[in-house]
């Protein structure tokens, strides 16, 4: 069976810092990958998505960027955090497109 | 206009009695339709998909009303464990590899 792993599971960050959270998926090959945010309270927010290895979609400009160095890896990255990142952010895979499967998430706080 | 769009609650329920809401969606092509639960601080969790005629798993109901475009979610019987959040999700005619999320009905069943 198929499982997704995502750490670290909460992080405290300073402003200015930067990020790596990684997720990695087992028992499938080529799945889809997301990165998503959520602020308390609020609903999804999709950050990118990958088709394939190297392939990224960004969907909201900021300055976050996501990787995908190996088939059921992805990465999210910052290079200077802003306060405004905090959040929860989840990765989630697919295949044929739907329907998502998420990890645990990792709860991020900017100090 | 919101993709997908739910009325936030909370409803409030005993245990035993039913409990049912909708989720409104803006796009007349979606084609896929899911209800996702989410426990707080957690990850959201495939609930089930929602199929043209109706579909039950259990004590849940899902229906889809295309003509209005709201698709609805019945728990009979709730259980103390039914308290969650609930997340109407819709894919995206225009690419199969996005879902919108709704940002959640809480519900809470009291003993």
């Known amino acids: 069976s198929q499982t997704i792993h995502q750490w670290p599971a909460t992080l405290v960050q300073p402003v200015g810092s930067p990020l790596s959270l990684e997720c990695t998926v087992e028992?499938?090959?080529?799945?889809?990958l997301y990165w998503y945010r959520q602020a308390a309270g609020r609903g999804l927010q999709l950050l990118f998505y990958?088709?394939?290895?190297?392939?990224i979609s960004s969907e909201v400009p900021q300055n976050l960027s996501a990787s995908r160095p190996q088939d059921r890896q992805f990465i999210l990255s910052s290079k200077k955090l802003l306060l405004s990142d905090s959040g929860f952010y989840l990765c989630?895979?697919?295949?044929?497109?739907?329907?998502?499967?998420f990890g645990d998430g990792t709860r991020l706080s900017i100090l | 206009r919101k993709e997908v769009e739910q009325d936030p609650g909370p409803f409030n329920v005993p245990e035993g009695a039913t409990v049912a809401f909708n989720c409104t969606y803006s796009?007349?092509?979606?084609?896929?339709f899911f209800w996702y639960r989410q426990d707080c601080r957690k990850e959201p969790k495939l609930l089930m998909s929602?199929?043209?005629s109706g579909n039950e798993d259990g004590r849940f109901t899902a229906q889809l009303n295309r003509a209005s475009q709201y698709i609805s979610l019945l728990i009979r019987d709730s259980k103390l464990s039914d308290s969650a959040t609930y997340l109407c999700?819709?894919?995206?005619?225009?690419?199969?590899?996005?879902?919108?999320f709704g940002a959640g009905t809480t519900v809470t069943v009291r003993a």
């Open positions: 989630a895979w697919s295949v044929n497109s739907q329907p998502q499967h």
């Open positions: 028992g499938t090959s080529n799945p889809n």
């Open positions: 990958s088709v394939g290895i190297g392939q």
């Open positions: 796009n007349s092509a979606s084609q896929s």
């Open positions: 929602v199929y043209s």
């Open positions: 999700v819709v894919s995206n005619p225009q690419n199969d590899y996005k879902l919108s």
